[in-house]
């Protein structure tokens, strides 16, 4: 399986430091800021810099964690030591700078974003090409991904603080105010229009393999619909003010017809598309060939659901992996396989390890932290007719044997309600080295603390279902509720917002999106949501119950770090209710 690490270089270090004044000649054994960005190879060294900053250090910082511990269909969890995924589900803030690490590494990737901006519009790269028309292609490229990738970390950072100082080139004022939210997302909207019309129109099975996990046209394309539907959905049902396009930054909007051709080119020329079956996007669908694969004369299948059900993991590399049959409808993904405590723990997926089942391993399903349990309202509401159901939540109460279950007992925890998602969780099996997780032995994964360290499972940020619905819920129509329906083998049905708002829920569940959905529709504070509503939980061997009140005066947002507003000299004003 060919992973994708996107690595700090050392040369980035020239973005916060300069070279002695007193050398006249170059340092032909140290990168600077005079010396680098000058050959292709360089620029892409740096580029990677950029997509690491995607990767941050305190579990709270990491979207995943921090927006299904928002969300509505999940619980916080955890024992009873884990004060800070209570607080997180009940909108109180743990420490002063929970959410420090986000904020940190947005500047990271957007002043390192910025130095290759500047560097590919300065320098320039012919020599190293056969013909002008390559060097032009690599330097659109480029600045595409470069604008593509200020704008997302941006955005993500946005999503959850609301407006950001905006730091556009290497020189501007690191101690410029918080601009307005309409600003921040102006200058979001105009870096992803900036990628849109740079990058290349190249379908995605020409993405080769060596790129996946790079954003391309058609993820920037998406995203000034994402933009779009958070922006005008805030503005119009948290702040009250009407809005019905996305601002420029430098003047001009992008309107909702625009969006619609977008997404129109995606859905229509993009080459992505929906796996065949909704369940073959998760890895559990390839335990039952990886467990052969490692111990052949061991008890098959290990998840006899799986089996019986004929699933065939579609990979997470691509079109064109190397591993399972060809993923067409992960458009972008943060990808994980490095797992070294030397690195730190960001370079794996925690969202395995702290929302995995706690205090048991079993097989398939290894142990976790049981952060995040699944609120059963929620559950329960949920149609067995939808194979999405299975296909996204383990029930544990079952102690079913076919979904690999039968050694689970109540345990220990909090807030344990017997359900967990099986979308991202540790999934594992014996082998040459016992019982190991999945992606130890496709990966060869050599580190002192597997347990803890193994899940190299991708977040996917984007997948082909989004552009279906959100081209129905800006137009209206059901042509795109309705192929992800299909594709699940459920009925069609008409559009209406409501099932719209379902089909999301149902769809996405557990993949960080509810949450935005959430604020962005105004249903965090309407009603429409299981906040308030009674889940009948497990504390640590006591029955009881358990509920979360979100508190509207936070407009869904999360607290600025108290370490950044002193840092600022008071220059940050803090979010409301916080």
């Known amino acids: 399986m060919k992973k994708i690490i996107y690595t700090v270089v050392i040369g980035l270090v020239a973005i916060i430091s300069s070279c002695d004044d007193h050398l006249d000649t170059d340092n032909l054994y140290e990168k600077s800021l005079d010396t680098f960005y000058r050959t292709p190879t360089d620029i892409e060294e740096a580029m990677n810099g950029v997509y690491n900053a995607l990767f941050v250090g305190g579990v709270h910082s990491n979207e995943h964690v921090a927006a299904n511990l928002m969300s509505d269909v999940m619980l916080g969890g955890g024992g009873p030591d884990d004060k800070s995924a209570k607080d997180v589900d009940n909108f109180l803030d743990?420490?002063?700078?929970?959410?420090?690490?986000?904020?940190?590494?947005?500047?990271?990737?957007?002043?390192?974003?910025?130095?290759?901006?500047?560097?590919?519009?300065?320098?320039?790269?012919?020599?190293?090409?056969?013909?002008?028309?390559?060097?032009?292609?690599?330097?659109?490229?480029?600045?595409?991904?470069?604008?593509?990738?200020?704008?997302?970390?941006?955005?993500?950072?946005?999503?959850?603080?609301?407006?950001?100082?905006?730091?556009?080139?290497?020189?501007?004022?690191?101690?410029?105010?918080?601009?307005?939210?309409?600003?921040?997302?102006?200058?979001?909207?105009?870096?992803?229009?900036?990628?849109?019309?740079?990058?290349?129109?190249?379908?995605?099975?020409?993405?080769?393999?060596?790129?996946?996990?790079?954003?391309?046209?058609?993820?920037?394309?998406?995203?000034?619909?994402?933009?779009?539907?958070?922006?005008t959905g805030y503005m119009t049902n948290v702040e009250k003010q009407a809005a019905d396009a996305l601002p420029l930054y430098d003047g001009g909007s992008i309107s909702k017809a625009d969006v619609i051709a977008h997404l129109e080119d995606v859905r229509d020329n993009s080459g992505y598309k929906l796996a065949s079956d909704f369940r073959n996007l998760w890895p559990y669908s390839y335990v039952n060939q990886n467990a052969r694969d490692y111990d052949p004369e061991g008890t098959h299948?290990?998840?006899?659901?799986?089996?019986?059900?004929?699933?065939?993991?579609?990979?997470?590399?691509?079109?064109?992996?190397?591993?399972?049959?060809?993923?067409?409808?992960?458009?972008?993904?943060?990808?994980?396989?490095?797992?070294?405590?030397?690195?730190?723990?960001?370079?794996?997926?925690?969202?395995?390890?702290?929302?995995?089942?706690?205090?048991?391993?079993?097989?398939?399903?290894?142990?976790?932290?049981?952060?995040?349990?699944?609120?059963?309202?929620?559950?329960?509401?949920?149609?067995?007719?939808?194979?999405?159901?299975?296909?996204?939540?383990?029930?544990?109460?079952?102690?079913?044997?076919?979904?690999?279950?039968?050694?689970?007992?109540?345990?220990?925890?909090?807030?344990?309600?017997?359900?967990?998602?099986?979308?991202?969780?540790?999934?594992?099996?014996?082998?040459?080295?016992?019982?190991?997780?999945m992606f130890y032995y496709l990966l060869n994964m050599v580190h002192g603390d597997p347990m803890q360290l193994w899940a190299a499972q991708d977040f996917y940020y984007l997948r082909f279902a989004d552009i279906l619905l959100m081209h129905s819920e800006l137009t209206q129509t059901a042509d795109g509720i309705n192929a992800v329906r299909e594709r699940a083998g459920l009925d069609p049905v008409a559009y209406t917002i409501e099932n719209l708002k379902d089909e999301r829920l149902h769809e996405f569940a557990f993949e960080g999106l509810r949450w935005f959905d959430l604020v962005r529709w105004g249903d965090a504070e309407s009603g429409n949501n299981y906040f308030g509503v009674e889940a009948a939980v497990n504390n640590s061997g006591t029955e009881g119950s358990y509920k979360v009140s979100y508190r509207p005066e936070t407009k869904g947002l999360v607290p600025v770090p108290e370490g950044e507003i002193r840092l600022s000299n008071g220059v940050y004003e803090q979010n409301p209710g916080w």
């Not at 700078?97 to 519009?121: C, F, H, M, P």
């Not at 292609?137 to 480029?142: D, H, L, R, S, V």
């Not at 109540?410 to 014996?430: A, E, M, V």
Request: glycine share 10%; hydrophobic share 35%; proline share 4%.
């Open 301 to 437: 299948p290990v998840l006899p659901w799986a089996e019986n059900e004929g699933l065939e993991w579609v990979g997470q590399d691509g079109p064109n992996s190397s591993i399972g049959t060809g993923n067409h409808e992960v458009m972008f993904a943060l990808r994980y396989g490095l797992a070294d405590w030397s690195f730190g723990q960001q370079y794996n997926n925690r969202v395995c390890l702290f929302f995995g089942i706690r205090d048991h391993s079993m097989v398939p399903f290894g142990q976790g932290w049981g952060w995040g349990t699944v609120h059963n309202a929620f559950y329960n509401s949920w149609s067995d007719d939808d194979p999405r159901k299975q296909g996204s939540v383990i029930d544990l109460n079952s102690k079913d044997p076919d979904m690999g279950v039968d050694g689970w007992n109540i345990g220990k925890g909090d807030h344990n309600t017997g359900l967990t998602n099986k979308k991202y969780t540790t999934i594992q099996h014996n082998g040459p080295d016992g019982v190991k997780g």
């Open 94 to 231: 743990p420490a002063e700078d929970t959410y420090r690490d986000l904020w940190k590494e947005t500047y990271n990737g957007v002043s390192r974003a910025n130095a290759v901006i500047e560097a590919v519009q300065l320098n320039d790269f012919k020599r190293f090409f056969e013909t002008a028309a390559e060097a032009e292609a690599f330097k659109n490229n480029t600045l595409g991904e470069a604008y593509f990738m200020r704008g997302f970390l941006m955005y993500r950072a946005a999503r959850f603080f609301g407006g950001m100082p905006i730091i556009s080139t290497t020189d501007a004022d690191r101690g410029a105010p918080r601009s307005s939210l309409s600003e921040t997302w102006a200058f979001i909207a105009s870096d992803f229009k900036a990628a849109a019309e740079l990058l290349p129109k190249r379908k995605a099975a020409d993405f080769p393999l060596a790129t996946y996990g790079h954003a391309n046209v058609w993820v920037a394309k998406a995203y000034i619909a994402r933009a779009y539907l958070y922006y």
